[in-house]
Nanobody
């Protein structure tokens, strides 16, 4: 079992920055592939960024490349998402997720089996 708790969301103006955190616990968290997803009202949940457990390789949606950075602190069992140059279209509920299966597609929701409850990010113009 893996438990995930997100924090760090809030309201910012366009061009601002936020850093999201995801505290992970459980006996499989050390080798889980991790990702950040977001869901805006009326839209499907979409993958934003992901990080591979074995080698730290990172993956990003085209819409956030160059603006968002995913990272993790294994000693603290914490996943981060640094968001810069935020845009109103980044407004969404952001979710942390963990994938413990053998197969993994980084930005696809289907391959993640543990989810946090989310943290809201609102960007005003």
């Amino acid at each position: 079992q893996v438990q995930l708790v997100e924090s760090g969301g809030g309201s910012v103006q366009a061009g601002g920055s936020l850093r999201l955190s995801c505290a992970a616990s459980g006996n499989t968290v050390n080798y889980a592939n991790m990702g950040w997803f977001r869901q805006a009202p009326g839209k499907e949940r979409e993958g934003v960024a992901a990080i591979r457990a074995t080698n730290g390789a990172t993956y990003y949606a085209d819409s956030v490349k160059g603006r968002f950075t995913i990272s993790q602190d294994n000693a603290k069992n914490t996943l981060y998402l640094q968001m810069k140059s935020l845009k109103p279209e980044d407004t969404a509920m952001y979710y942390c997720a963990a994938a413990t299966g053998a197969l993994w597609f980084p930005l696809k929701t289907t391959w993640y089996n543990y989810w946090g409850l989310g943290t809201q990010v609102t960007v005003s113009s």
